[in-house]
Nanobody, 123 residues
Framework: QVRLVESGGTLVQAGGSLRLSCAASGSIFSINVMGWYRQAPGKQRDLVAVVTSGGSTNYADSVKGRFTISRDNAKNTVYLQMNSLKPEDTAVYYC?????????????????WGQGTQVTVSS
């Protein structure tokens, strides 16, 4: 099992900055991808940004140039630096981790989620 604990969500004014953190613990070996998703009220959970164990990143178009994801493998922590925040960034932000375990050469994927942290951007 992998446990993910997010922190850093709060109320911030539009144009401001915020940094979210997600600490992973437990069976963290073979975690290949960590990332952030968000879910606004009445909407589906969407990808915000992901980072692989090798450092490759991918971002939703809506946050490119404003958000930066980073990963500290030594601390088993992933961060999301959010700048130039907009009211439409308001959502619950969830940390996600994906493990790929090979047994007999056959890969099995495991997905883990944090409990979420609320980010509210006021106009």
């Amino acid at each position: 099992q992998v446990r993910l604990v997010e922190s850093g969500g709060t109320l911030v004014q539009a144009g401001g900055s915020l940094r979210l953190s997600c600490a992973a613990s437990g069976s963290i070996f073979s975690i290949n991808v960590m990332g952030w998703y968000r879910q606004a009220p009445g909407k589906q959970r969407d990808l915000v940004a992901v980072v692989t164990s090798g450092g490759s990143t991918n971002y939703a178009d809506s946050v490119k140039g404003r958000f930066t994801i980073s990963r500290d493998n030594a601390k088993n922590t992933v961060y999301l630096q959010m700048n130039s925040l907009k009211p439409e960034d308001t959502a619950v932000y969830y940390c996600h981790a994906k493990k790929i375990v090979y047994r007999g050469g056959v890969p099995t994927e495991y997905d883990y989620w944090g409990q979420g942290t609320q980010v509210t951007v006021s106009s």
